[in-house]
């Protein structure tokens, strides 16, 4: 390599081969060696689970695992959380800049007046099992969008792309809340364009037809700040699911019902579930002790669920910012004696002194309060995955505009060790001799 720009280099203990490779650097975090020539020198490179690998450019999102800092286009979360609302955070996602107010009104309108679907999806949701978990429906109707809006799915075509995003944000509330509202036997209820984004989705979730409902500014307030700690965390499991699909220039709403469905999983999008369900299960103070010894038991198969994250070796920055959102939420709210939120303070006080969590650095993670937040505001715990699916709609949808429009797009296609049988030859089934022992 001939300039004085910094590289790295391979070397191998079996021969004589160096392999020069170059660095990259971004505006912020690590340096990253670019071995996109290593290929075509007969090597690959083995991360599963990309530990160590960036799969992409991106100007969106910036994570410091180890400072617990979380940056949305450079904002910190911690600002946008106090000061902005979601579809403010959305726009900055989705372009890079927070609106002036003519394009923040422009948005929001936009936004309002797509929340409605088409109304032969109402079909698509009456054939669902009364019983079906909302995230399995969901996953469904949104794949299901492909087949109704096919008018906005030339991916190659930014306008299209504007229109099937815009899409997506707006429609995604009305169908996590029609999603619960199946499964409840309740009628669904059409969205209200007066109504804020977060203040729209609880009228739909809670609204009946025999009584009026107004939502409560305060949960109104705390779900908005919940859908912006969701809206994007850079290349996840889900969005990485979603750029994977969307490399192929799939469909946009099948990629955005892929990333739902990587989501569900518990370790990731499903932990919020599993807090509030192990909370419940522990039940008492006095049976924490008991749950802590099984988490550090590896043969126990259990693990305290919002707890630890592949990136965050220190607190993360949203557990911060929802702790105190729990304080606010259940003092207004006349709940600060909520029994569970004391078993997670304790829980947390515990752990975050025990030495099996400290040295693996294992912290609570956002999901570990958002459960308590989202129950003190009513919302049922088989929803919310379906709350953390709608806000990263976002990041999703930015994330997979940014791939399908960057200059240097590939389809993903990572390759493998394989590890099978070598080449053998087909033997007739009379002539297969049992391999029972
Ligand atoms: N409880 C007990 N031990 C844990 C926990 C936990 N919650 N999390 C990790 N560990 C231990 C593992 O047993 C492992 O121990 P070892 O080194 O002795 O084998 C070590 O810590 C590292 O764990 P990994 O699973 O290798 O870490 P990874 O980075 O792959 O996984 C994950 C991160 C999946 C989040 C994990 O910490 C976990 O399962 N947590 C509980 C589920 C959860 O809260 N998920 C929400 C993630 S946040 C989100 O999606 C918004």
């Not at 996109?36 to 910036?62: K, N, V």
């Not at 989705?201 to 009026?212: I, Q, R, V």
């Not at 419940?280 to 550090?296: C, L, M, Y």
């Not at 126990?300 to 707890?307: A, D, E, Q, T, W």
Request: proline share 5%.
């Amino acid at each position: 390599m001939s300039d004085s720009k910094p590289t790295a280099f391979i070397t191998f203990s079996d021969c004589d081969q160096r392999i020069e490779l170059p660095l990259l650097e971004g505006s912020l975090g690590p340096r990253c060696i670019d071995i996109r020539q290593l290929g075509s020198q007969g090597y690959f490179s083995f991360d599963p689970g990309f530990l160590s690998t960036a799969s992409c450019h991106s100007d969106i999102t910036y994570i410091d695992g180890d400072l617990g800092l979380l940056y949305y286009r450079g904002y910190p979360i911690e600002q946008l959380a106090e000061s902005a609302d979601f579809l403010e955070v959305a726009y900055l996602l989705r372009h890079g800049e927070l609106p002036i107010e003519s394009e923040r009104t422009g948005f929001d309108s936009v936004i309002r007046h797509h929340t409605m679907i088409h109304d032969q999806m109402n079909y698509f949701f009456r054939a669902f099992r009364r019983d079906a978990h909302p995230i399995a429906v969901m996953v469904s109707a949104v794949g299901a969008l492909s087949a109704f809006y096919q008018d906005s799915a030339e991916v190659t075509d930014p306008l299209q792309r504007e229109i099937s995003m815009d899409r997506l944000l707006a429609k995604i509330p009305t169908i996590a809340a029609w999603s619960y509202k199946y499964n409840r036997g309740e009628p669904f209820i059409y969205p209200q364009n007066r109504l804020s984004y977060a203040a729209n989705f609880l009228h739909m979730l809670h609204a009946t037809p025999c009584e009026p409902y107004e939502p409560n500014p305060v949960a109104v307030r705390a779900l908005d700040r919940i859908f912006i700690l969701h809206a994007d965390h850079e290349q996840n499991a889900s969005t990485s699911t979603v750029r994977t699909a969307g490399s192929s220039y799939a469909n946009p709403f099948a990629c955005v019902a892929a990333g739902i469905a990587s989501l569900w999983g518990p370790l990731h999008g499903g932990a919020n579930e599993a807090v509030l369900r192990m909370l419940e299960e522990i039940g008492d103070v006095s049976r924490i002790g008991e749950f802590i010894q099984r988490a550090k038991d590896k043969s126990s198969g259990f693990r305290l669920m919002g707890f630890g994250h592949r990136i965050y070796k220190n607190m993360d920055p949203r557990a911060a910012i929802m702790r105190r959102t729990c304080h606010e939420v259940l003092d207004e709210l006349g709940l600060h004696d909520d029994p569970l939120f004391k078993i997670a303070l304790k829980l947390e006080e515990i752990a975050l002194e025990d030495e099996y969590f400290i040295k693996k650095k294992l912290y609570p993670n956002v999901d570990f309060y958002s459960g308590i937040v989202l129950r003190a505001l009513g919302i049922p715990t088989s929803m919310f995955t379906a709350i953390f699916a709608l806000a990263r709609t976002a990041g999703w949808t930015a994330q997979w505009n940014e791939m399908v429009s960057a200059k240097d797009h590939k389809i993903t296609r990572p390759r493998q060790i394989y590890t099978g049988s070598p080449r053998r030859d087909f033997v007739p089934g009379e002539q297969r001799r049992s391999r029972r022992k």
